[in-house]
């Protein structure tokens, strides 16, 4: 259900983004390097580094929700600590407070080249519990 | 050289995002709804929402500094406050703070449906200015 | 009940702040300067201007709540612009958008010297609605 | 030069707060409860909670500047998870990411009760780097 629910994410699915691993309270998400996701300088783009932030925080809060409830984002804070350089982009996120109504999540986001690892941004996220129909 | 900045982000350009108006200290982008910008439920992605909210008050901010210098997003923190249901999409940013080193900007983003403007992000941001070489 | 609720406060009563407007939506609360709210230069200190911001915008939400529920803050995000240099702070709050579990507010926080008001700091705040028992 | 920059600070004297630890990129600092620290429940002011969060996450960076130069604090993004009901508070800041003109930290505050530590409060946080004169 939870991979069911990230393919149906139209944008995520355009810029081939993939759910790497899932664990309980953890999610990663990757994706390729395309003008797609680039910016002026030929880097990753920022909004694009938001995006995959905001679906790791998500989707770490999802495993420990579906199938019985679900989440949305209510608000993040992402801070983009270097350029997004590379090939491939690395989403880690994490559950670090379950609520009955609220869930707080964290992600960083690293980009890859050469096969090495860049911290590129930090994210610290609210998500809104809601029940699925 | 806005316009030219704006134009060679991939991301948005796949998008198919539009700058339409710039006035000093404030910028207006719109998009098109498309299946590579939706989530699951066929909404506008909350990605995309503070993507374009991001490139708002990025551009606003651009509107003060280019040519001598231009500006990157050190962070932002964005509430979604209504799912994003339309045919278009539209960021207001405006500058709230300029600084030598660091500019405040605000973004409002709106998901219109049938004409009508419906509010569904709001964004605060801090964005680092750098010299052009 | 809303000033009830503001006065019960120590840390803001040991600060000798006020409540010096409440209208639907919206609030402005002030403090004069003191030992007790200055950091190491002699300016207010940056955690009494996000306090203040916090609670200008908690009390703008409670007065669409009140008496029927109330809001805890969930989280805030608060940029300090400027040096909160003066004899008076003034926080003014106010509401963004209201749900029937979230509120989302904003201040603005103004240093006041000589009579003249400066803007130190721009908050965005997301609040939690809970039934008064 | 920490130590006396942090005991300038009126607003954490008053709240006879204390630095307890210090190493390079961290900082610990503790605050007793009094009514000068205390909501409308007689629990932690979630204003004092953020500013020892803001204080933690300024000195964890300070460790790594000063004496050359110092940060104050550009913004900072905290979420309240749980309410501070304790005799103690205590906030452990950490260092991110470090640059030439911000810094990125983070703060985790926990309040004690019986000698037990709950999460309250997580911060993140962007600190501008100043040189000392």
Known sequence: MLLESFNAQGALMAWDARLTSITPG???ISLP?????????????GGVIGTIADAAGGYASNTLLM???????????INIVAP???????????????????VVSSAEVFAVQ?????????????LFVIDKK
């Open 26 to 28: 953890a999610c990663e």
């Open 33 to 45: 390097f395309s003008a797609a996701v680039s910016q002026q300088h030929g880097y990753f783009h």
């Open 67 to 77: 199938p019985v409830s679900e989440c949305l984002t209510a608000e993040y804070k």
């Open 84 to 102: 997004g350089i590379g090939d491939t982009l690395i989403a880690r996120g994490k559950v670090l407070k379950t609520g009955k109504t609220l």
């Open 114 to 126: 050469h096969g090495k690892e860049q911290l590129c941004a930090i994210m610290q996220q609210t």
